[in-house]
Every structure is written in structure tokens, then in C-alpha cells.
């Protein structure tokens, strides 16, 4: 069965500590992996797409990469407005729909 | 830029009674989507429309539900007999086109409250 699995579930960071959100799945003829933002109260928010192992994207503090099993949200030097759920979704070959994990919610703390 | 309205934010609702959710999305997209998130739980696909009819739909969306674009700009969302097990966040997105780095945009969502 296709899965997109996000750990950890939640972390808590010091403002200026930099870490890592993992995306890993198993979805056969993957077609594009995302990542979206996601506030309290409001709907996912882009962020990025990878398409093919190897590529990297980048937007301020946050760099995307994709492997051919995961993908990598990493933080660096995080401020408290990087606090959210961030949501990685896989689209498969033949659909497009996304099936999205459970997400991590990051808490900065200044 | 342009962005995927919903509405209402909030409906509370009787078991059983109709409700319709409504969406604008993208003004040049051509695909677009409900996703429901019941609270604390993943963001689940509903339902894809393209070219005025359903091209994908998941097992969540039985009989009761159904889709429809009355006009140009609007694209909504129908259940028929709410049961309190459809309370939740419902989203819309909109795609521009099926190329595959193309990403979905969605709304804020409507929260739906079945008493």
C-alpha cells in the first residue's frame, strides 16, 4: 500500500538550532513529492516540489532534497515565525491526488 | 496573488440536515480538489474534478457527497445527509495544469461542525 510517513511527529527547537523533518515513502511511480506549510486554522500552504532524486529546493531558511525512499525538510537557524506543521504529500504516476503524511509540527522558541 | 477562497469559515450544522460548501478557486486553473482533515488526523483526498466532471474520487465519497461547478468561477461541495462523523475541515485546491511539478494551492478551509 502507498504510504508517506513524517517523523518526528513534533519538535521543539531553540531559536537559531537547526534541524532536519523526515518524508519517507513508499509509493510506486512517485510523480512529484511537496511540501506545504500549515498554521493553526488555515489551509496547507506551498512550499516546495522535487520531482526526481537528487534535487534540492530552497526558499529563506528551509532546503528541500528528495532521495528515491525520503525526503528532507531541513531548518537552518530557525526563527519563531518558522513555527508550524510542515506536511510533505507524494503524488503517484497515475493519479493527481496527493496522499500527504501526518505532518511535524515545529515549535521555535526565541 | 491570487488565492483559493472558501466559505463559509465555520458551519455548524443538524445531523442529517444538507450542506454545501463553497469554493473559488484560481481564476486559470482547470483541476480541482476537496480534501477533508478530521482533527488531529492526516489531510485525506475526497474527490478530483476536471472538464465539468470527476475524474478521481476516493471511498470517503459515497453517495451523499457529490461535486459540482455551476458556473465559471465557483466549485462546491454537497453532503446530503450529514452524519456527525463529517465533521471536519474541508479544503479545496485548484492546479493550474497536470504538468508534474505543478503544485496544488489550497484555501483556508471551511470547519465543519455536524450537533
Known amino acids: 500500500e502507498d504510504q508517506v510517513t513524517q517523523s518526528p511527529e513534533a519538535l521543539r527547537l531553540q531559536e537559531g538550532e537547526s534541524s532536519s523533518l523526515n518524508c519517507s515513502y513508499t509509493?510506486?511511480?512517485?510523480?512529484?513529492l511537496f511540501w506545504y506549510r500549515q498554521d493553526p486554522g488555515k489551509g496547507p500552504e506551498f512550499l516546495f516540489t522535487l520531482y526526481s532524486a537528487g534535487e534540492e529546493k530552497e526558499k529563506e531558511r528551509l532546503k528541500a532534497t528528495l532521495t528515491k525512499k525520503e525526503s528532507f525538510l531541513h531548518i537552518t537557524a530557525p526563527k519563531p515565525e518558522d513555527s508550524a506543521t510542515y506536511l510533505c504529500?507524494?503524488?503517484?504516476?497515475?493519479?493527481?491526488?496527493?496522499?500527504f503524511g501526518a505532518g511535524t509540527t515545529v515549535t521555535v522558541r526565541a | 496573488e491570487p488565492e483559493v477562497t472558501q466559505t463559509p469559515s465555520h458551519q455548524v450544522t443538524q445531523m442529517g440536515q444538507e450542506v454545501i460548501l463553497r469554493c473559488v478557486p484560481i481564476s486559470n486553473h482547470l483541476y480541482f480538489y476537496w480534501y477533508r482533515q478530521i482533527l488531529g488526523q492526516k489531510v485525506e483526498f475526497l474527490v478530483s474534478?476536471?472538464?465539468?466532471?470527476?475524474?478521481?474520487k476516493s471511498e470517503i465519497f459515497d453517495d451523499q457527497f457529490s461535486v459540482e461547478r455551476p458556473d465559471g468561477s465557483n466549485f462546491t461541495l454537497k453532503i446530503r445527509s450529514t452524519k456527525l462523523e463529517d465533521s471536519a475541515m474541508y479544503f479545496c485546491?485548484?492546479?493550474?495544469?497536470?504538468?508534474?511539478?505543478?503544485?496544488?494551492?489550497f484555501g483556508d478551509g471551511t470547519r465543519l461542525s455536524i450537533l
Open positions: 504529500a507524494a503524488r503517484l504516476n497515475n493519479d493527481y491526488k496527493l496522499s
Open positions: 485546491a485548484s492546479m493550474m495544469d497536470r504538468s508534474s511539478n505543478q503544485p496544488q494551492h
Open positions: 474534478f476536471y472538464n465539468n466532471e470527476i475524474s478521481e
Open positions: 509509493v510506486s511511480g512517485l510523480r512529484g
